[in-house]
């Protein structure tokens, strides 16, 4: 079936270790990738994108994620965790066929320990 | 930096009853979107509207919803006659013009249908 999935539902790290958020996507062609974020009381802040071109991309607030198209995977990471960066981080696609529409995986929940 | 708004942040209505939610998406984007998110489950897309008209909708949008720009900053939710299971989180976005994919959401109205 066609999805994006989050396989971690919750991570916990330890502020200042390094951060990786899995993102799996199965669709025929490749889509338009995202992260969101969403800190509480916030809305959906776009972390980062990638369209084309080179795999890996560079977002907001020090994030970073890679493109793999082998894998079907656009995995998000960040060298050094902050406490500020406690959140809720959705991978999301648009289809080359429907532009109007993101489609969000399950989100994943960071808790970040002083 | 220009965001999208949303009011009210948190609304409550009775079953039954009829409820507008608003948007005032950023000012020079022409696309606009309406999402929701049930506690726990996925962001979902309901609608996509573009020079005045309903470019894309979900199952979910049925007759009971409605989407309007009354004028050239406001941009509406309404919902004839709500159920409980219409308690969600209602997020607004908008995006410019050939960038569809890349869309601006604001922070979110809550639902609560009692």
């Known amino acids: 079936a066609q999805s994006v999935t989050q396989p971690d539902i919750h991570i916990t790290v330890s502020e200042g270790a390094s951060l990786e958020l899995r993102c799996n996507y199965s669709?025929?062609?490749?889509?338009?990738l995202f992260w969101y974020v969403q800190s509480p009381g916030q809305g959906l802040q776009l972390l980062l994108k990638y369209l084309s071109g080179d795999t890996l991309v560079q977002g907001i607030k020090g994030f970073e994620a890679e493109f793999k198209r082998s894998q079907s995977s656009f995995n998000l990471r960040k060298p050094s965790v902050h406490w500020s960066d406690a959140a809720e981080y959705f991978c999301?696609?648009?289809?080359?066929?429907?532009?109007?529409?993101?489609?969000f995986g399950p989100g994943t929940s960071l808790s970040v320990i002083p | 930096e220009p965001e999208v708004t949303q009011t009210p942040s948190h609304q409550v209505t009775q079953m039954g009853q009829e409820v507008i939610l608003r948007c005032v998406p950023i000012s020079n984007h022409l696309y606009f979107y309406w999402y929701r998110q049930i506690l726990g489950q996925k962001v979902e897309f309901l609608v996509s509207f573009y020079n005045n008209e309903i470019s894309e909708k979900s199952e979910i949008f049925d007759d009971q919803f409605s989407v309007e720009r009354p004028d050239g900053s406001n941009f509406t939710l309404k919902i004839r006659s709500t159920k409980l299971e219409d308690s969600a989180m209602y997020f607004c976005?908008?995006?410019?013009?050939?960038?569809?994919?890349?869309?601006?959401f604001g922070p979110g109205t809550r639902l609560t249908v009692t």
């Open positions: 999301a696609v648009v289809l080359k066929t429907s532009y109007d529409k993101v489609i």
């Open positions: 669709y025929g062609a490749t889509p338009y």
């Open positions: 976005a908008s995006s410019r013009e050939g960038h569809s994919y890349e869309q601006y």
